[in-house]
């Protein structure tokens, strides 16, 4: 089992930026790549972005993201601490969401699939005002 704890939501203005934290906890050595997905109020759960922990690769990248999110969104990892990043910058009004971690312990996982993450966590509220 592995346990996911995000941090680091709020409000911010639209341009402005929010760095969520994911702190990963129990048998992550079977972890083998986490992802940050958002789900927007009456939408469906959508992926943000995917990053490799122990060696997955999509196509010879570590990481992935959605085309929504590329050139303002950075996923980043910290081995030692167990923890993933997600640097949001010049977010907009509809990047307003929750946004969920999740851990997944399939070799060859399909990045942006949500039933192909094992372990979610509570999710972070985002909010984007305009």
């Known amino acids: 089992q592995v346990q996911l704890v995000e941090s680091g939501g709020g409000l911010v203005q639209a341009g402005g930026s929010l760095r969520l934290s994911c702190a990963a906890s129990?048998?992550?050595?079977?972890?083998?790549?986490m992802a940050w997905f958002r789900q927007a109020p009456g939408k469906e759960r959508e992926i943000a972005a995917a990053?490799?922990?122990?060696?997955?690769?999509?196509?010879?990248?570590?990481?992935v993201y959605a085309d929504f999110v590329k050139g303002r969104f950075t996923v980043t990892k910290d081995h030692v601490k167990n923890t993933v990043y997600l640097q949001m910058n010049s977010l907009k009004p509809e990047d307003t969401a929750v946004y969920y971690c999740?851990?997944?312990?399939?070799?060859?996982?399909?990045?942006?699939?949500?039933?192909?993450?094992?372990?979610w966590g509570q999710g972070t509220q985002v909010t984007v005002s305009s």
């Open positions: 999740a851990a997944t312990d399939r070799r060859t996982p399909n990045w942006g699939r949500v039933n192909e993450y094992d372990y």
């Open positions: 129990g048998r992550t050595s079977s972890t083998y790549a």
């Open positions: 990053i490799s922990w122990n060696g997955v690769s999509w196509n010879g990248l570590s990481t």
